[in-house]
Structure formats: structure tokens, C-alpha cells
């Protein structure tokens, strides 16, 4: 099945540095949403982009939705040790169509 | 709000056994779905369902059934365990209207040896 192209697979940071993953897509998409999955729990949102070249922060949070429509980045800040995840991209095309797709994930490790 | 339900949280079956895995959202989401996570491998979806009465096949079905007969509950069943089922299945829901993020539960750790 389609999926997106997230990267990194993983990062090991140390506290305090910031963070930049992105996913990437050969089409497009009309919703950006990111999520975050805590270790054994299930994934919550953090973020939903609308519209193309929208940029919005959420806290330390900041992401983007690519002006092409067929990337986003999402961007933390100053990482402390509860960041630590697994976060996942989502596009979604909207309309008539209610079954995203997701990326494999980044997996975030911060070292106090 | 609960949310969305899942149980159990862990289960162990010997090959060939049954199961039905339960969700159950308070949220009158006509959407809900069903996930499995593999370490690495991101979010792959078993089933989802439109609204009560409506199923459909998503990325990996066999082996899996669903139903849905309210707009509450959509429960995975299993009917003949095999190793390649081990994981952790997620259920999600969410309105559905295009562009709505899922609400998922915490999952359910699937065991099968």
C-alpha cells in the first residue's frame, strides 16, 4: 500500500538541541496531520495543517505544510526528555476520501 | 469522554486459537478503523468501516473479520492465530469528513505462539 516517505527512522538528540523530521509524498495531499505515540500507548494528534504553505506552532511544536502540497515538516524545539516517541506524518486527500496515509515514523531518543 | 476503548491490553494465544479484539468510541464517530504496528513499519490498516453496517478491506485484511452493527463498536476477530499475527493492533475513529484526524485507543498486545 501507498506510504510516505518519513525521515529520519530514528533520531538520538540530547536535551535541549532541536529537531527536524519531514515526510515527503509522490502526491498530494490536502491535510497534513502529525502525531505523536508515547511509549505503549496509542498515537495522539499534535498538529493539522489545512492549507498549502501554512505554518503552525503548537508549544515548542512548529510545522509546516509544503506550498507543493506533497511534503511537511514538523520542527521541536529545545527537546526535553518526555519528547521522547514515536512521531508519525499523515496525509490526508480530504473530500470523498477518509483513509489516510501514514508514514513509517520517527522514532525520537533524548539523552538528559 | 472515554474516548476510544480497547481491550484487552494484552493477550497471549497458542497457534490456531480465536480471538475478538473489542473497541468501543463515545464520540458518535461514523468512521472507525483498525491498525496494526510493527516494529518499523509504521501503521498498516486491517479494516475500517463508514458508519454501522459498513466494512471494508484496508491494507492487510486476511486472516481478520470485523463487523459493526452500532456506530459504537467495531470488533477484530481472529480466527486462527498464527505467529505472523503477533503485534499491537490499534483502533481509531473520527468523523470523517475529509481532512479529520483519528482518535485511537491504546492498543492492544497481541501475542501468538
Known amino acids: 500500500g501507498q506510504q510516505l516517505n518519513q525521515s529520519p527512522q530514528s533520531m538520538f538528540i540530547q536535551e535541549g538541541e532541536d529537531v527536524s523530521m519531514n515526510c515527503t509524498s509522490s502526491?498530494?495531499?490536502?491535510?497534513w496531520l502529525w502525531y505523536k505515540q508515547d511509549p505503549g500507548e496509542g498515537p495522539v494528534l499534535l498538529i493539522a495543517l489545512y492549507k498549502a504553505g501554512e505554518l503552525t506552532s503548537n508549544g515548542r511544536l512548529t510545522a509546516q505544510f509544503g506550498i507543493t502540497r506533497k511534503d511537511s515538516f514538523l520542527n521541536i524545539s529545545a527537546s526535553i526528555p518526555s519528547d521522547v516517541g514515536i512521531y508519525f506524518c499523515a496525509g490526508q486527500l480530504g473530500g470523498g476520501s477518509y483513509i489516510p496515509t501514514f508514514g513509517r515514523g520517527t522514532s525520537l531518543i533524548v539523552h538528559p | 469522554n472515554a474516548g476510544v476503548t480497547q481491550t484487552p491490553k494484552f493477550r497471549i494465544l497458542k497457534i490456531g486459537q480465536s480471538m475478538t479484539l473489542q473497541c468501543a468510541q463515545d464520540?458518535?464517530?461514523?468512521?472507525m478503523y483498525w491498525y496494526r504496528q510493527d516494529p518499523g513499519m509504521g501503521l498498516k490498516l486491517i479494516y475500517y468501516?463508514?458508519?454501522?453496517?459498513?466494512?471494508d478491506k484496508g491494507e492487510v485484511p486476511n486472516g481478520y473479520n470485523v463487523s459493526r452493527s452500532t456506530t459504537e463498536d467495531f470488533p477484530l476477530r481472529l480466527e486462527l492465530a498464527a505467529p505472523s499475527q503477533t503485534s499491537v493492533y490499534f483502533c481509531a475513529s473520527s468523523f470523517g469528513q475529509g481532512g479529520s484526524p483519528l482518535h485511537f485507543g491504546n492498543g492492544t498486545r497481541l501475542t501468538v505462539t
Open positions: 464520540m458518535n464517530h461514523n468512521y
Open positions: 502526491s498530494i495531499f490536502n491535510t
Open positions: 468501516s463508514v458508519g454501522a453496517g459498513i466494512t
